[in-house]
Nanobody
Framework: VQLQASGGGLVQAGGSLRLSCAAS????????MGWFRQAPGKEREFVAA????????YYADSVKGRFTISRDNAKNTLYLQMNSLKAEDTAVYYC????????????WGQGTQVTVSS
């Protein structure tokens, strides 16, 4: 089972990036999924989450209104559209999946670096 995150890079403040997380080895179409991030010297923090059906989404206050989480279960892929990026969004972004609808995140991707220059 593997989660492969991609789409990170260097962008100027105010710009946009779209992260993708491709899952392989099993289907996650019945699993809740999410994005987390970890900045240098800081703890990993929650960014956004989405239910298995995509009907409900949840966001950290710091990204609400700027980031959008979505998924394509047919492609077994999770996305994070990031707009109006700020320097404080700089971090390694990780995708994660639960084993089902509820419970802990047990599957983690390797992370993709997002750097926002001010």
């Amino acid at each position: 089972v593997q989660l492969q995150a991609s789409g990170g890079g260097l962008v100027q403040a105010g710009g946009s990036l779209r992260l993708s997380c491709a899952a392989s080895g099993r289907t996650f179409s019945r699993s809740a999924m999410g994005w987390f991030r970890q900045a240098p010297g800081k703890e990993r923090e929650f960014v956004a989450a989405i239910t298995w059906s995509g009907d409900s989404t949840y966001y950290a206050d710091s990204v609400k209104g700027r980031f959008t989480i979505s998924r394509d279960n047919a492609k077994n892929t999770l996305y994070l559209q990031m707009n109006s990026l700020k320097a404080e969004d700089t971090a390694v972004y990780y995708c994660a999946a639960k084993d089902g609808v509820v419970g802990q995140y047990v599957y983690w991707g390797q992370g993709t670096q997002v750097t926002v220059s001010s």
